[in-house]
Nanobody, 132 residues
Framework: QLQLVESGGGSVKPGGSLRLSCEAS????????IAWFRQAPGKEREGVSA????????NYADSVKGRFTISRDNTNNLVYLEMNSLREEDTAVYYC?????????????????????????WGQGTQVIVSS
């Protein structure tokens, strides 16, 4: 059974940091580009960051550039999202998703990578709350 499981969410004050993890089971994560999405209350789900299967290409939403860093450890089937300088507007449920080969193409050619139809497998999400 193919499964993605996110962890690392929690509650922090503005300016704080969290590191989210996305672990795959039932398949080798190394074959997939991975993205992080988030959904805030009352808002649509939006893309946050994406990384190619090798880790050589990354992409970030403008709202998180310079604050978030995506990385991966293919040996251990993990992808991370390091989040620094958190703001209240970062409050959301964060999801990781494994993408089709079209995500690799998008990353390589600097095309839009956050179309949700590009992603085959989704985790259940982890809650991040940023509040003073």
């Amino acid at each position: 059974q193919l499964q993605l499981v996110e962890s690392g969410g929690g509650s922090v004050k503005p300016g704080g940091s969290l590191r989210l993890s996305c672990e795959a089971s039932g398949f080798a994560l190394s074959y997939y580009a991975i993205a992080w999405f988030r959904q805030a209350p009352g808002k649509e789900r939006e893309g946050v960051s994406a990384i190619s299967s090798s880790g050589g290409r990354t992409n970030y939403a403008d709202s998180v550039k310079g604050r978030f860093t995506i990385s991966r450890d293919n040996t251990n089937n993990l992808v991370y999202l390091e989040m620094n300088s958190l703001r209240e507007e970062d409050t959301a449920v964060y999801y990781c998703a494994a993408g089709t080969s079209r995500v690799e193409v998008a990353l390589n050619y600097d095309l839009p990578v956050f179309r949700q139809t590009l992603y085959d497998h989704w985790g259940q999400g982890t809650q991040v709350i940023v509040s003073s």
